[in-house]
Each structure stands twice: as structure tokens, then as C-alpha cells.
């Protein structure tokens, strides 16, 4: 069964930064694109970015709204995609999801980040 | 960047109708166009890939329809089930975008 696990959101005061994990299991990991989603409370959804297999080089892509904030990166040793979020504002308050391929057909479940002093 | 705008925003409908969600593109994404649904505390529900195949599992009332600039999903004879966000998202052009949703209630 395929499954993603987000973890490290929390509270985290503007200017700080912060490392999500997107955890895969039941698939082979390292073959798979992976991606960043956002949805702001009481927002749509927003695409944040991606990073793709080692097979097509490994390079990530982002949103305007992040780039040059926010890196993505990948352990395929240990099936965990990360976003490292840095200089983080309050617009950045949401909760961050990952999904397997350019178009999510299994989804994490979810973390909450919340930038507030 | 491409935007997507659906139509529309919101809808109230009663069980068994048929409901037709549209989403247009600023510029043309071709086929790459994807449909989701997203109920509260759950994670967003992958509905239709590539503007018509059917994703595994997904009920039989759910379709895609659409190329280019123009999209549709309907859902046919509506189910309680079916309270929920519809989401369209393209992933034709970096960057890649979602739509802003379109709320649907069951009466």
C-alpha cells in the first residue's frame, strides 16, 4: 500500500526556518517525482514545488511565491523528500502536503505550519 | 504562469442531479489537466488525470472532459458522498497551478 507521511510543522516565529520530511513507503521511492503542496487556512490549494527523480537529474522546481526561500530536496536511501523552508512570514502559515508525480495520486496526509511571533 | 479559473465558486445541489464543474486555462495546457476532491481533514482525492482517464477506483458518475484551454468534470446523479472542494491543477506548464476550488453542497 502506498503511503506518504508528512512530519516536522510546528510553531515557528517569522524570519526562522524549518524542515518538513515527506516520508514514502509501499512504492520505489527513488523512481517518483515528488511534490510540495500548501493550502492556507481557509484557502485553495497552491503548488509549491517539485523534485525530480535521480533519472531525470535530481533538480527541483518551485513557485515564484517560495523560490529562492524554500529548497527541496531528496534521500532516496531513506524514501524521504524534504523541504527546507527558510525566512519564513506569515503567508507561509499552512498546512504543507506532499503527493507522488506531477499530479497527486496518493497524497500525504498533512502538517501544520504555523509563523507567528 | 498559467491561471486556472473554475466555475463555479460554489453550487448548492440536491442528490441525483447532474453537476458540471469547468476550469479554463490562461493559455493552452494541452491534455495535462487533473481533477481532485477534498472533503475537511482529509487529503485532497485524485479524480481524473489527463483532462478523461478515470483514476483507479474512482466511481463510474465522475468524468473529464477537454483539451487545450477548456475543461470539464461532471458528476452524475450526485451522492450526499459528494459534498466536497473540487480542485483543477495543470501540470503542463512550470509552474505548475491548481484552481481555486469550487465548493459544492448537498442540499
Known amino acids: 500500500e502506498v503511503q506518504l507521511v508528512e512530519s516536522g510543522g510546528g510553531l515557528v516565529q517569522p524570519g526562522r526556518s524549518l524542515r518538513l520530511s515527506c516520508t514514502g513507503s509501499g512504492f520505489t521511492f527513488g523512481d517518483f517525482l515528488m511534490t510540495w503542496v500548501r493550502q492556507a487556512p481557509g484557502m485553495g490549494l497552491e503548488w509549491v514545488g517539485f523534485i525530480r527523480s535521480k533519472s531525470y537529474g535530481g533538480t527541483s522546481e518551485y513557485a515564484a511565491s517560495v523560490k529562492g526561500r524554500f529548497t527541496i530536496s531528496r534521500d532516496d536511501s531513506k524514501s524521504i523528500a524534504y523541504l527546507q523552508m527558510n525566512s519564513l512570514n506569515a503567508e507561509d502559515t499552512a498546512i504543507y502536503s506532499c503527493?507522488?508525480?506531477?499530479?497527486?495520486?496518493?497524497w500525504g496526509q498533512g502538517t501544520l505550519v504555523t509563523v507567528s511571533s | 504562469e498559467i491561471v486556472l479559473t473554475q466555475s463555479p465558486d460554489f453550487q448548492s445541489v440536491t442528490p441525483k442531479e447532474k453537476v458540471t464543474i469547468t476550469c479554463r486555462a490562461s493559455q493552452s495546457i494541452g491534455s495535462s489537466l487533473h481533477w481532485y476532491q477534498h472533503k475537511p481533514d482529509q487529503s485532497p482525492k485524485l479524480l481524473i488525470n489527463?483532462?478523461?482517464q478515470s483514476f483507479s477506483g474512482v466511481p463510474s458518475r465522475f468524468s473529464g472532459s477537454g483539451s487545450g484551454t477548456d475543461f470539464t468534470l461532471t458528476i452524475n446523479t450526485l451522492e450526499a458522498e459528494d459534498a466536497a472542494t473540487y480542485y483543477c491543477h495543470q501540470s503542463s506548464t512550470l509552474p505548475y497551478t491548481f484552481g481555486q476550488g469550487t465548493k459544492l453542497e448537498i442540499k
Open positions: 503527493f507522488r508525480g506531477a499530479f497527486g495520486d496518493y
Open positions: 489527463y483532462a478523461s
